[in-house]
DNA sequence: ACATTATGCAATATATATCTTGCATACAGA
DNA sequence: TCTGTATGCAAGATATATATTGCATAATGT
């Protein structure tokens, strides 16, 4: 499931995904992966891209592509 | 670092390490290294870990122990 | 038309999250 | 004292997050 709320706040930013995986030190694919969905990100790694992107774990993170969400 | 966070709502449900593992799905030992710290778990496994626990990402994980935070 | 930038997709390699098993300690109850 | 429960720690195995490389496409500017 697509990471929506991701691909905004970096977009918000004006960040390319390169970027942005630059700022928290992982690939571009990997950032692009995440956007994607399909991934399941380390927390350290999600902590960073929101301290990249001045936002929150919950503000990117919660209750939109977990699986089960409407279970 | 420790997560004191999620030790104590894991208490407050009354719940063993061992139980919180089955009922996420992974094993007593990941339960135990996440609130030992030193460990840097998945976020899927965060999510689960949240939902069993009636938590959110930043009630658990947030702003408690990663690194660089007061950098 | 050409070059550049941003992104998507895929195969292989590497690092690390998680599992499995086992042992040790502390504590509560019979 | 003995047994069961809860937890900590550690070594080796497996699964998977992430890196690396490469190619393809769309959009933009010259």
């Known amino acids: 499931m697509k990471n929506i ?3 905004v706040a970096r ?3 004006d960040l ?3 970027e942005l995986a630059d700022i928290v030190g992982v690939t571009r ?3 692009g992966m995440i956007e994607a ?3 399941n990100p380390t927390l350290n790694l999600c902590i ?3 301290k990249a992107l001045d936002k929150t774990l919950n ?3 919660w209750e939109q592509d977990y699986p089960g ?3």
Do not use: S
Request: glycine residues 4%; positive net charge.
């Open 69 to 71: 969400k409407n279970a």
């Open 16 to 18: 390319t995904q390169e």
């Open 29 to 31: 694919q990997t950032i």
């Open 37 to 39: 969905g399909n991934y």
């Open 11 to 13: 977009v918000q930013k």
């Open 5 to 7: 709320k991701l691909k």
């Open 59 to 61: 503000d990117l993170f």
């Open 48 to 50: 960073e891209i929101c």
